[in-house]
């Protein structure tokens, strides 16, 4: 059991990991991704892989999507409680810089 946990564990970091072509910064000592600010004529590669990958799915939704069902186009567990706050964060991240728009009841949709 402390090996399957320990082994998801890992995963979970290695696709947390920014890739070569994430800008990051050092903030504390440790490195954080950069998800830049939306800007007339960028597309969504300049965006890290991770939320490139979300921005796909919120717009595959065809309208205002849930973050649980985001989580469970992830494979994430997303009946343990706390498990999608991370992935809410993501989410309202790139809502805050201009890629989403948070509705009020909490759902998200591409920014027009």
Known sequence: MAMRVWERM?????AERPSAKAATAQVGGRGVL?????????????LPP?????????RNAGGPIRVKDV?????????????LEPLRGKLSKLAGRGWL???PDG??????
Not at 10 to 14: N, T
Not at 50 to 58: A, E, G, H, S
């Open 71 to 83: 989580g469970v186009e992830l494979g994430l567990e997303v009946e343990a409680k706390g498990r």
């Open 34 to 46: 950069l998800v830049p600010h939306r800007e007339a004529g960028a597309g969504e590669e300049v």
């Open 10 to 14: 890992h995963a979970q970091l290695d």
């Open 101 to 103: 728009r948070e509705l």
């Open 50 to 58: 991770d939320y490139q990958r979300l921005m796909k799915i919120v």
């Open 107 to 112: 759902r998200f949709q591409i920014a027009p």
